[in-house]
């Protein structure tokens, strides 16, 4: 997800800032600490980087531009709801415990946005919000769902993707292909579709 961050010293200060947010949280950490653990000055961040809200706002812009280009892809991959919906669900939750940390940073610390910044990351939201409703939508026109409140199921499976970030852990006892096996699985009983 990071590879498209240039040069390399912009990447190694975004790296930094996730794990100082991730562990201090965005107003407990400081630009030392971040300058710090990309093994640079205080002041080379400024030449990438006008200011801390800069770097939040660049983490939240790659995360989701990274995660709607793989729901996207994985949504492409099916021909029929049930399998885009399995595709969606597996990468939705698969993404969330690979990235967890990143993730795990734009949940808590999205009020930090100023709100220009807010305003065009809540642009990549909607357009998330709106894939997984169209897939439940087809889904349930098709007759391959058995949904009573549209949106509500919607919601409910994007919650059940995103929320993977607040509890994984790397050493725990499923791996981010296992979770997401789980969680495309639980989504075709939510939506109570067939077995496969």
């Not at 010293?9 to 975004?14: G, P, V």
């Not at 610390?109 to 169209?134: C, D, K, Q, Y």
């Amino acid at each position: 997800m990071w590879g498209s961050v240039a040069p390399e010293a912009s990447r190694r200060l975004l790296l930094a800032a996730v794990d100082s947010f991730a562990e201090l949280g965005y107003h407990g950490t400081s630009t030392r600490h971040i300058a710090a653990g990309a093994g640079m000055s205080a002041g080379a961040l400024y030449v990438h980087y006008k200011t801390k809200a800069d770097l939040l706002f660049q983490i939240a812009l790659t995360v989701h531009r990274s995660v709607l280009a793989t729901l996207r892809e994985a949504v492409a991959t099916g021909s029929a709801p049930p399998a885009r919906v399995r595709a969606l669900m597996y990468a939705f939750s698969s993404w969330h415990a690979t990235h967890y940390k990143a993730a795990r940073v734009i949940q808590n610390e999205m009020a930090a946005l100023g709100p220009e910044h807010a305003a065009e990351i809540a642009v990549f939201r909607r357009e998330t919000r709106e894939l997984v409703l169209s897939e439940v939508r087809a889904g349930a026109a098709s007759g391959d769902f058995d949904v009573a409140d549209l949106a509500a199921t919607a919601r409910a499976l994007s919650s059940l993707a995103i929320d993977v970030c607040r509890w994984y852990r790397p050493e725990g006892p499923r791996t981010p292909d296992e979770i997401g096996a789980l969680n495309a699985h639980l989504a075709m009983r939510v939506l109570g579709a067939a077995a496969p």
